[in-house]
């Protein structure tokens, strides 16, 4: 091989609890490389990155840096040390200034006796590495409150990228950003390779990834399943093969839905009626019995919003969301209208952490189980048991906390709150987001079952074929409108899709 | 905003205040004695310079720590020790200079205590600040034979940083630390950032250990200059069960309130002027015979309540404005 | 397939581990009250071994019904630093109001009125903060400079040092009496056991103090809940300060004054997060009650000086917290 | 979770039975515990205290333990008190009136007697007399000073001005205000501004040319709430020499110092605090102070001792009384050093006014000829002349 690796990874295996988020992955990095990394959420990819950029510990295996054995005590230490990754959420700073955002960890460089700190020098160094990247239009004293997600995004790129940088990680990042945004990513990336450095792109974008990046490695189930270099990615059918390596069996195989059939019953089970609020302006929908309304764009794209405001989440300037005939101004309503709500957030809205699995389940029911002011146990306790039978969820006892399970098990207490309250209108934000394969497979049964059930279900992700698998109508939406609307099709694909998302 | 403007909303509050309270006391006939008028004069300045000295020290060490996200019990009970053993030292040596000294040394050392307690105990800081505050108080009746400092404060020569023009001293001092500390030190601007987001603050490279410690001694010597006032103005008993969190909730209004009044200018110069402010309100109060009694505490409270409900809801008021503006533009 | 068997292995390997980690708070919390018991029982078995039975309960019997209603409030993560001040101000309304119209009559409509005005105190507290976006701090804080000031109005409009109860309300034999107060907190645990673990006040605390937003989006309403939560705690504070008032029938400017403090340190005493939560056990009440009351009588009868009494206890209450509030990893916590 | 319920509720239980059949063995014959519970943690009054009773301990073969009481927060001082007797005292001497009676309610219960000091009892006196002055379970109390009625305190506040202007014909006081505490708690303060205004109406009277004008006594700004005086005072009394405070100087000196008048205006006072001696007399503004003996304790320990061995006075009066007790009424430089030699100050029991011996001589058991008059006569021997 006559490039030497920069990065080396033996036998690396990395457990979350019960999980085992990577088993046995043996990987290298080369200088002048933009390698791609792909794979099903929960494969194992943001792992990888995570452990080598100093985030978190390997359970077992070894690490090389420049030949050397590498263990970083802190994403710092590996920054110092030329590794930096932009992460996937925002991670800014509120209420502080876009140069004390950009320089916070290294004021020591700008202050007399590492104590007397100059502001003015901070600036303007701050400003010099902005208008480097060409983003002038950022002003280096402003408060970062001003900027919007994406700027929040570049400038936090700009904070991790340095001379010293000699591996760069973008886990996700582009999802968040716009076109321009992207450009200037691109740029730096390529001006990276060409610096004979070394980086590694995580994308759920194919297409970006077959135009950016020179290699690429597929992952499933925490393993390595195979590498591409740019010829091979530039073979006609290189896609499928992709796809292929990450699902581990053709697609429409008992993964999504099979049935093409999009009819649904006549009854309206959710109305939105000329619905604005914040930058949503006049948006109505209607949603029947039996039917599966998917919701597509990037994030920051509104879709969330439309998520929330149905069940009654969100203050509406105009307009009605109606069940029926009643109409929902709380979540209250909403649940008490059978309506049931999957936030995208799950372990910070969907999930009491600390607290056990049954008082998860059992909260939303909490209401349907009382007799006068008595709630009884028995009542609770066949109630949860009955769920976590039905959704297999792994764990000793309903007394098990939530914080000791898997992301796949997680969800499922999140589905399964709703189901034991017998809800029939679900709306699932991201329901997959960070659950492995075979969870995925499982959660896109139960919602096959719902919809043939009769249920209703609004389902909003970020991931194109999802929705291509699972709707029967899906609504992409930018800039909080909804650009176009594509029925059920099976030659319906990501491509045609994504250029009404940008 | 202009600068006229922004001087104007500052001095708002204090202006109003002395102009109500010296109508409501022009009103109340208890306000002359032999038909003297006695809320204006001498006295008056004295007063409200004095008390508000006390205040703003007190407040800023607070403020200090709230800024950096943290609701430090154990500020109340740091300067009682403090003060304690400063004012037993001054009573020894007899120099109020060696007394400033000690208690701005002895301040440092204690928060430093505090800030060492919190970092490796790893405690949230509610219950790490309650109990190193039931330490201190139960230090306040061992030390110095549990003797409290009860005479320092009425020696002339002693007490000279309890009165005018001493008192001056210890208080521009403390605002100067704070100032320094939160423009012009690494410290003041990593705790700012960790204060906004602590995760990601770390994630970037800043030490938390390093920064509370160092927080802690700047806050402990502004507690110091703030005992050294205290112990120069009051009879300092040994304190137990947490009732020194109630000396500092007594002085906690100013924060609250500079809060919002900072915004006009900056937090220390809101909480200089609430603290003013709070001061002209007391003294109208003594010239009622109200001072210290019932009606005193509980206009306090709703101070409390008013300001700092202003600040929760700044935002949402802000935003009224902004719509209304937009409105006018619109027609 | 191997994935469940492994999983199944690393359960059972941290099962124990998990157990005490769990359980931790109340571990300790228990541990401590036993040994307190047992000193108590050495240090005291001599002649006035009943009496001083007695007087702990006394003692603990206040602070027990105080943290039982305070448990509501605590479970949802709040705290009220106002209680002292309002069981003052009740106590003394309750002489008042039983003096005026006097007789047994008089004390019962006393103990209605401060009941009705607790519980509005409750609502209020929970309601406002809510409403202001206020944390909960700030407005017990306000409702204590009011009682404060109220207390100290009240009591100079008497032009009495003390006020007495006329109407007496204090069984006049010591047993009976004692008998009374550990009828009285059994009573109200049972009511509070059940409210708390049997019913959707309890449930829902709790839920909200583990995570506002899950509860919220789970379908419990903040104001409500919050509100009735802090209305459990106003009964309490009302029975408590009956009680209190059955003690000495007397009534002062400095009645009360620092509970709110001590029923925190019981409650820390007794297990409960301070950060609320499903971790919340209505039992906190109790054992930190008596280890707390326990602990004051215990270090006096081993004849520790009085002015090293609160070094012990403050020593004693870090160890305890070192035990159990300690987060090992991650960013220092708030 | 549920074990550990189990074993809980097991040690509680088990406790319970033990607390229960638990045998009820006699103490052994060991010295006698008194409580005592003061006023405040510290100060020279309470060190004196201590230092005298310190000095009785071992040939009256007693042990004492002290504890502090809350002015205003009677259900402390009921614990304060349980927590006393739970620490084994056979008899516990106050110096509050809070709660009295429940307090007593607690001795009886545990067979304690209770004894009073510092303080005439004057709320229970008028309200409650049956309750506390009938029970056999309280000996007595001494105030500081006189009680009720028989107190001429503003003759002796007379006296020392006058004798101020003898001392320093130059610049004599031509003009006071004076200051008490509420009447709620001292009832009695009212009366000495009274006195004093008669006595200096006489004065006037007799020589004109030497007047002195006080300011006539204002409910609203001259009673303190237990907080020292605010500052307004000075502009509410313009042009005074000199304040008579019926109350504790150190609710008003510090005042005086942040106001700048120290120097210049004088203070009549009661009581005494640590380091005064520097600002008194000559020295300072300082020139009245009055204080009660620490060694008027002597009269409830006796009782209480008596009652504890189970002997009386042949003379011993049916009920309870409260006695009033001379002073030390400092208020020249002569009077100072002679003060300074009193275990007030010095701390030491053998400056006592009285030897160990001296005590056990009080007692009906330590003496058979002891009296309870003679008992009595001792609290008239503690004045300025008796240090001499």
């Not at chain 1, 790129?157 to 999802?175: A, L």
């Not at chain 1, 969870?439 to 992700?461: A, N, P, R, T």
């Not at chain 4, 040690?11 to 009820?24: I, M, Q, R």
Request: with cysteine.
């Amino acid at each position: 091989m006559e490039k030497e690796p920069i990065i080396e990874v033996r036998h690396m295996v990395k457990n979350f609890g019960p999980t085992r988020a990577l088993r046995d992955v043996d990987v290298s990095f080369y200088r002048g490389e933009i390698r791609g990394l792909v794979g099903e959420n929960g494969s194992g990819k943001s792992t990888i990155t995570s452990i080598v950029a100093g985030m978190q510990k390997a359970t077992s295996g070894e690490m090389f840096y420049k030949g050397e054995p590498w263990n970083p005590a802190s994403m710092v230490d590996a920054q110092l040390h030329g590794i930096s990754m932009v992460l996937q959420e925002a991670n800014t700073i509120p209420n502080c200034t876009v140069a004390e955002n950009i320089f916070a960890g290294r004021f020591n460089e700008f202050a007399k006796a590492n104590s007397f700190l100059s502001m003015k020098k901070v600036n303007a160094a701050a400003q010099k590495l902005l208008d480097s990247f060409g983003l002038q239009r950022i002003k280096a004293t402003d408060n970062i409150n001003q900027y919007g997600f994406e700027d929040r995004k570049l400038i936090e790129i700009v904070r991790c990228v340095s001379d010293e940088t000699e591996v760069f990680v973008v886990d996700e990042t582009t999802t968040a950003l716009s076109h321009e945004g992207r450009q200037i990513l691109y740029k730096l990336i390529h001006r990276l390779k060409d610096e004979n450095k070394s980086v590694i792109f995580i994308s759920h974008d194919m297409d970006e990834i077959l135009e950016q990046c020179t290699d690429l490695t597929v992952l499933r189930d925490g393993e390595i399943k195979g590498h591409l270099n740019r010829a091979e990615m530039d073979e006609p059918d290189s896609v499928k093969k992709i796809r292929f390596l990450m699902v581990g069996r053709e697609i429409g195989d008992a993964y999504y839905r099979e049935d093409y059939d999009s009819s649904h019953l006549p009854e309206v089970a959710l109305k939105l009626d000329h619905v604005s609020f914040g930058p949503i302006k006049d948006f109505s929908l209607e949603l029947h019995k039996g039917e599966i309304i998917g919701f597509g764009g990037l994030s920051g794209c509104g879709m969330h919003e439309i998520g929330r405001a149905a069940f009654g989440l969100e203050k509406l300037s105009e307009g009605k969301v109606t069940c029926g005939d009643r109409e929902i101004k709380s979540c209250l309503d909403a649940i008490e209208n059978g309506i049931g709500y999957i936030s995208k957030n799950r372990d910070t809205e969907a999930l009491i952490l600390e607290g056990s699995i049954a008082e998860n389940i059992v909260l939303p029911s909490v209401n349907a189980l009382s007799h006068g002011t008595f709630v009884s146990p028995k009542a609770e306790k066949q109630l949860a048991d009955g769920e976590i039978e039905n959704f297999r969820i792994k764990c000793n006892s309903g007394k098990q906390w939530v914080n000791t399970l898997s992301g796949g098990n997680k969800q499922k207490v999140s589905f399964s709150k709703w189901t034991a309250k017998k809800s029939d209108v679900l709306i699932m934000d991201c329901p997959t987001r960070g659950v492995d394969i075979g969870v995925k497979q499982f959660m896109y049964h139960v919602i096959d079952e719902m919809k043939k059930q009769g249920k209703s279900i609004i389902l909003i992700s970020e991931e194109l074929a999802e929705l291509i698998g699972m709707a029967d109508k899906i609504l992409i939406m930018k800039d909080f409108e909804v650009t176009h609307e594509f029925k059920r099709d099976p030659k319906l694909s990501e491509t045609d899709i994504i250029e009404y998302m940008i | 905003m202009k600068l006229p403007k922004k001087i104007f909303l500052s001095l708002l509050f204090p202006v109003l205040m002395f102009l109500a309270m010296w109508a409501i006391t022009a009103a109340n006939p208890a306000c002359y004695v032999n038909g003297k008028f006695i809320f204006l004069g001498f006295d008056l300045v004295r007063f409200v310079i004095t008390s508000a000295c006390q205040s703003i020290c007190v407040a800023l060490a607070i403020w200090m720590q709230l800024k950096n996200g943290r609701f430090d019990f154990s500020n109340g009970a740091a300067m009682i020790l403090t003060a304690i053993i400063a004012g037993n030292v001054g009573l020894k040596t007899g120099s109020p200079w060696i007394t400033m000294l000690v208690a701005v040394v002895c301040g440092i050392i204690i928060c430093a205590i505090t800030a060492a307690v919190y970092m490796l105990g790893r405690l949230p800081i509610v219950i790490a600040t309650i109990g190193v505050t039931l330490l201190y108080e139960s230090l306040t009746y061992i030390i110095f034979g549990g003797g409290g400092v009860s005479t320092f404060y009425q020696n002339d020569a002693l007490s000279i940083f309890g009165h005018l023009p001493g008192v001056l001293l210890p208080t521009a001092l403390a605002m100067c630390i704070f100032l320094f500390y939160s423009n012009f030190t690494v410290t003041g601007r990593k705790g700012k950032i960790l204060a906004n987001n602590q995760a990601a603050g770390v994630n970037i490279g800043i030490w938390e250990e390093a920064n509370v410690s160092q927080t802690g001694m700047f806050t402990g010597a502004i507690v110091g200059l703030a005992a050294t006032i205290y112990v120069s103005q009051n009879n300092v008993l040994p304190q137990s069960s947490l009732s020194t969190a109630g000396i500092m909730f007594s002085y906690i209004v100013p924060v609250y309130m500079g809060m919002f009044i900072g915004l006009a200018s900056n937090d220390v110069i809101g909480i200089s002027i609430a603290a003013i402010g709070m001061a002209i309100f007391n003294y109208g109060l003594n010239c009622m015979n109200l001072g210290g009694g019932g009606w005193q505490q509980i206009i306090m409270g709703a101070f409390v309540m008013c300001f700092y409900t202003f600040s929760a809801q700044l935002n949402n008021i802000k935003a009224l404005f902004r719509k209304n503006l937009k409105k006018e533009a619109a027609a | 397939m191997s994935e469940t068997v492994t999983s199944q292995k690393l359960d059972e390997r941290t099962s124990f581990k998990s157990f005490v980690k769990t359980h931790i708070f109340d571990l300790t919390a228990y541990a401590g009250l036993a040994v307190m018991l047992v000193l108590f029982l050495i240090f005291n078995s001599g002649p006035r071994l009943m009496y001083n039975f007695s007087a702990v309960v006394q003692a603990a019997a206040v602070y027990s019904i105080l943290a039982l209603g305070a448990v509501f409030i605590y479970s949802m993560g709040f705290m009220d630093v106002s209680l002292g001040q309002q069981v003052g101000v009740y106590v003394i309304l309750m002489i008042l109001i039983g003096n005026k119209i006097g007789g047994p009559g008089g004390v019962v409509v006393g103990f209605l009125v401060s009941l009705a005005l607790a519980l509005a105190c409750g609502a209020i507290n929970g309601a406002v903060s809510i409403f202001l976006g206020l944390p909960s701090i700030v407005t017990s804080l306000f409702l204590m400079f009011f009682f404060t000031g109220a207390q100290y109005l009240m009591m100079e409009s008497t032009g009495e040092n003390t006020i007495k109860l006329i109407q007496n309300v204090k069984p006049a034999d010591r047993n009976t009496y004692t008998l009374m107060l550990i009828g009285i907190i059994i009573l109200l645990a049972i009511i509070g056991n059940y409210f708390f673990n049997y019913t959707k006040l309890g449930k829902y605390t709790r839920a909200i103090g583990a995570n506002k937003v899950a509860a919220k989006q789970s379908g419990i309403s903040l104001v409500k809940w919050q509100v009735l939560g802090y209305m459990a705690l106003g009964f309490c504070a009302a029975v408590a300060s009956f009680v209190m008032l059955t003690r000495t029938g007397t009534a002062g400017k400095g009645t009360g004054s620092g509970y709110a403090m001590d029923i925190m340190i019981c409650l820390i005493l007794g297990g409960m997060p301070l950060k609320g939560g499903m971790k919340s056990k209505i039992s906190c009440a109790l054992v930190g009650a008596f280890t707390y009351t326990l602990l004051s009588n215990v270090l006096t009868t081993m004849g520790v000086p009085l002015n090293w009494v609160n070094f012990v206890k403050a020593c004693i209450f870090l160890l305890i917290v070192l035990l159990t509030c300690r987060k090992p990893n991650g960013v220092l916590p708030r | 979770m549920k074990s550990t319920k189990k074993i809980l509720a097991l040690v509680l239980t088990l406790a319970l039975v033990f607390a229960l059949a638990a045998p009820t063995a006699s103490a052994k014959a060991r010295a006698v515990k008194i409580g005592v519970g003061l006023y405040q943690d510290s100060g020279a009054a309470v060190s004196g205290v201590k230092a005298y009773l310190a000095s009785l301990e071992d040939t009256l073969n007693v042990k004492f333990a002290y504890t502090v009481l809350s002015t205003n927060d009677e259900a402390l001082n009921v614990t304060k008190v349980q927590e006393l007797i739970a620490a084994g005292c056979d008899g516990i001497i106050i110096t509050m009136d809070g709660g009295t009676e429940a307090i007593l309610q607690e001795c009886a219960d545990a067979g304690v007697y209770l004894g009073g000091y510092l303080c005439d009892f004057d709320t229970s006196f008028r309200t409650n007399y049956d309750k506390v002055f009938k029970n056999e379970f309280f000996v007595g109390t001494v105030a500081d000073g006189g009680c009720g009625d028989e107190l001429k305190r503003g003759y002796d506040f007379f006296d020392s001005v006058i004798e101020y202007n003898e001392r320093t014909p130059d610049a004599p006081i031509r003009h006071v205000a004076m200051t008490t505490f509420p009447a709620f708690a001292f009832p009695y303060q009212q009366n000495f501004v009274a006195q004093f205004v008669e006595k200096v109406e006489e004065y006037n009277a007799a020589n004109p040319d030497k007047a002195i004008e006080v300011d006539p006594f204002n409910e609203e700004t001259d009673i303190l709430m237990f907080r020292p005086m605010d500052s307004t005072y000075f502009t509410k009394h313009p042009g005074i020499d000199a304040i008579v405070s019926m109350c504790a100087g150190s609710f008003v000196y510090p005042t005086m110092v942040s106001a700048g008048v120290s120097d210049t205006m004088k203070l009549f006072a009661s009581g005494y605090n640590d380091g005064d001696d520097a600002i008194f007399g000559s020295k300072g503004a300082y020139q009245q102070e009055i204080v009660c003996a620490n060694e008027s304790i002597t009269y409830p320990l006796v009782l209480l001792l008596n009652k504890i061995n189970g002997v009386e006075f042949p003379d011993q009066p049916a009920e309870a009384e409260r006695k009033s007790c001379s002073t030390f009424i400092i208020n020249s430089d002569e009077d100072l050093e002679l003060f300074k030699n009193s275990v007030y100050l010095t701390f030491n029991g053998e400056d006592a006014l009285f030897s160990p011996e001296d005590v056990l001589n009080l007692t009906a058991y330590g003496n058979p000829d002891a009296t309870y008059a003679g008992l009595c006569e001792i609290l008239d021997h503690m004045t300025i002349e008796d240090l001499k």
